[in-house]
């Protein structure tokens, strides 16, 4: 009766507030699509300021709350990052491997986080669109290749492995190569994250902190969404399942 009990009871459970930040066009929101819904959108539109979704990640000892900002990449916004990332716990900053700016900014975004951010903030840096690449060859296979979609260009990966990693360690990131497209290592992402948040830095469920809106995370139909209520609660829409 009693080991019944305890096997039924429930696990803690903390939110965690989590930032994601890149270039534009380096696939964010079908990160956090992915996670959230486990779906893909091959022609997903820009986000605008940006979306707050959340997602629940099964811990052995305790049920993580990812409480999502998903920030819009485009450089008008980028202002509004650190409205974003204030208090947040963990970060993704994505690059796209066929896009070596990408990369530079998402450097740039790391520097700001280690600055700005709170102390202790676990950062991973994701580089994403690895369904593009056939290979793990930097940039020499089929680089003058014709492809019959025309999109032979952007299938070549630009920033090897080994170069983003060897940053990733020097900084003391998490570091993986992701698709949304496929799935493939999203949902490791977020577990590893989950599982380097410091004990000390858990905390229940928050009432209204890192609360926000789900309605930018299509673009807005032509609103201005990255007017973002901070005081808004956003999990009424929010999937409770969990996709690690």
């Known amino acids: 009766m009693t080991d019944s009990t305890t096997a039924s009871a429930p696990k803690p459970s903390s ?39 959340t997602q629940k990640c099964q811990l052995p000892s305790r049920t993580i709350k990812f409480e999502i900002w998903d920030t819009a990449g485009q450089e008008r916004f980028a202002s509004l990052a650190p409205m974003y990332y204030r208090n947040a716990q963990s970060a993704l900053v994505v690059y796209d491997i066929t896009k070596p700016s990408s990369l530079v900014k998402a450097k740039h975004w790391v520097a700001e986080l280690q600055r700005q951010a709170s102390p202790g903030i676990v950062i991973a840096l994701v580089g994403n669109k690895l369904d593009l690449c056939d290979d793990d060859s930097p940039e020499d296979d089929a680089q003058d290749g014709e492809n019959v979609d025309g999109h032979e260009e952007e299938a070549v990966r630009k920033v090897s ?3 983003a990693k060897a940053y990733a360690d020097e900084e003391s990131l998490l570091f993986y190569e992701t698709s949304a497209k496929t799935g493939h290592n999203v ?9 380097a948040i410091p004990e000390t830095s858990l905390k229940g469920p928050r009432g209204g902190a890192g609360g926000g809106t789900q309605a930018a995370i299509s673009g807005g139909g032509g609103q201005d969404s990255s007017r973002v209520n901070l005081n808004a609660r956003g999990d009424a829409g929010a999937k409770e399942g969990c996709a690690c």
């Open 15 to 53: 939110s965690v507030k989590l930032v994601l930040l890149g270039e534009a066009a380096v696939g964010k929101s079908s990160l956090v699509l992915r996670f959230v819904n486990n779906d893909f959108q091959p022609n997903k539109e820009p986000t605008i300021g940006a979306a707050f979704l």
């Open 161 to 163: 492995t080994a170069e």
């Open 187 to 195: 949902s490791e992402v977020f577990t590893a994250i989950a599982n």
